[in-house]
């Protein structure tokens, strides 16, 4: 990080003394049965959304969580794996690790089905990892990626690519923003280790993960996050930050370029029974079909007075064209 001692402070002083509201998370915690998630942990969750989706833990994936916090979320990865081993943590702050560790052991008290054993806690940097290439299903991050700055964004993602499977999943929620941040705020070392200043615009954020290798990109969710406003921060006018959610997957990138689904629907309402592009994609008549961005801007290529493309909705939860 380039401004480790700000960032190292801020998560120290978060580890010693849990700062409920550090990071304002905006999906609820998962209430699944069984499932007993100490007070401590959810105080401790610095995150602005969610990582942990059913869909991307069957067969009980090795998943490499960055960035601990209290532990809310490798507990809850641990609940879909069981397995030793089988979740690894990693974080910067041994403050934060011993934090995690001692919720973790909490968590075992009160759940009958989880082991300590599950996780395995590691000091480490996200700009080196210390994992094996090829060796992780599922990495995550949660509210993490925007306190670097862009050289050391596209370390952290090279480094995720690297210990990534062919087909492994990288999933992500950060805070991002389409309005202009002012430089000597998005350069306030303490204002980006809040979370509050280093968010980039989605299309940037995306490319980024893109450039990287991700031919597959999952735009999940997204829901407002915070607003900056006059009153509180130096800014002319009120600046509004949202949060998404992503899975970018390492699928080899196709020829026409990566595929990019922003939560688009194409529906056929015509006469016959189906239509087929002619480039892979068979619609149903009046049977929504979810369509990545550039099949979306082909279909509406095609001037077509019985298919219909809907705008992005930017919630994708599976299936589609590719």
Same mark, same amino acid.
């Given at each position: 990080?380039?401004?480790?001692?700000?960032?190292?402070?801020?998560?120290?002083?978060?580890?010693?003394?849990?700062?409920?509201? $550090?990071?304002?998370?905006?999906?609820?915690?998962?209430?699944?049965?069984? #499932?007993?998630?100490?007070?401590?942990?959810?105080?401790?969750?610095?995150?602005?959304?969610?990582?942990?989706?059913?869909?991307? $833990?069957?067969?009980?994936?090795?998943? !490499?969580?960055?960035?601990?916090?209290?532990?809310?979320?490798? #507990?809850?990865?641990?609940?879909?794996?069981?397995?030793?081993?089988?979740?690894?943590?990693?974080?910067?702050?041994?403050?934060?690790?011993?934090?995690?560790?001692?919720?973790?052991?909490?968590?075992?008290?009160?759940?009958?089905?989880?082991?300590?054993?599950?996780?395995? !806690?590691?000091?480490?940097?996200?700009?080196?990892?210390?994992?094996?290439?090829?060796?992780?299903?599922?990495?995550?991050?949660? /509210?993490?990626?925007?306190?670097?700055?862009?050289?050391?964004?596209?370390?952290?993602?090279?480094?995720?690519?690297?210990?990534?499977?062919?087909?492994?999943? !990288?999933? #992500?929620?950060?805070?991002?923003?389409?309005?202009?941040?002012?430089?000597?705020?998005?350069?306030?070392?303490?204002?980006?280790?809040?979370?509050?200043?280093?968010?980039?615009?989605?299309?940037?954020?995306?490319?980024? !993960?893109?450039?990287?290798?991700?031919?597959?990109?999952?735009?999940?969710?997204?829901?407002?996050?915070?607003?900056?406003?006059?009153?509180?921060?130096?800014?002319?006018?009120?600046?509004?930050?949202?949060?998404?959610?992503? /899975?970018?997957?390492?699928?080899?990138?196709?020829?026409?370029?990566?595929?990019?689904?922003?939560?688009?629907?194409?529906?056929?309402?015509?006469?016959?029974?189906?239509?087929?592009?002619?480039?892979?994609?068979?619609?149903?008549?009046?049977?929504?079909?979810?369509? /990545?961005?550039?099949?979306?801007?082909?279909?509406?290529?095609?001037?077509?007075?019985? $298919?219909?493309?809907?705008?992005?909705?930017?919630?994708?939860?599976?299936?589609?064209?590719?």
């Amino acid at each position: 990080m380039s401004t480790p001692s700000t960032v190292h402070d801020v998560y120290r002083e978060a580890a010693l003394q849990p700062q409920p509201g $550090l990071c304002c998370t905006t999906s609820p915690v998962w209430e699944l049965p069984g #499932l007993s998630i100490p007070k401590v942990m959810i105080e401790m969750n610095y995150g602005c959304g969610t990582t942990v989706h059913p869909r991307d $833990l069957v067969r009980s994936p090795q998943v !490499l969580y960055v960035g601990v916090g209290g532990g809310m979320e490798v #507990l809850q990865f641990a609940y879909f794996s069981r397995r030793p081993g089988r979740i690894i943590g990693i974080d910067a702050v041994d403050e934060m690790l011993a934090a995690c560790d001692r919720n973790l052991r909490e968590a075992a008290g009160v759940n009958d089905w989880f082991d300590r054993g599950f996780v395995d !806690l590691r000091r480490g940097d996200a700009l080196s990892l210390p994992v094996e290439a090829g060796t992780v299903d599922v990495a995550a991050q949660n /509210c993490l990626f925007n306190i670097f700055h862009d050289d050391e964004l596209r370390q952290v993602l090279r480094e995720m690519h690297r210990v990534l499977r062919p087909g492994g999943r !990288l999933v #992500l929620s950060d805070p991002v923003c389409e309005h202009h941040v002012p430089e000597h705020m998005r350069q306030d070392a303490r204002l980006r280790a809040l979370c509050l200043t280093g968010a980039i615009p989605l299309a940037d954020y995306v490319t980024r !993960l893109t450039d990287t290798g991700f031919g597959t990109i999952e735009v999940r969710a997204r829901r407002p996050y915070r607003v900056l406003s006059p009153q509180h921060f130096d800014v002319p006018r009120p600046i509004p930050v949202e949060s998404v959610e992503i /899975c970018a997957i390492t699928d080899p990138v196709p020829a026409d370029g990566p595929c990019v689904f922003t939560g688009r629907t194409a529906i056929y309402y015509g006469s016959t029974p189906s239509f087929d592009d002619g480039r892979g994609h068979v619609l149903a008549v009046n049977q929504p079909l979810a369509v /990545c961005d550039k099949t979306a801007t082909a279909l509406l290529a095609l001037g077509r007075d019985d $298919l219909f493309v809907s705008e992005s909705t930017f919630f994708y939860d599976g299936g589609g064209c590719c």
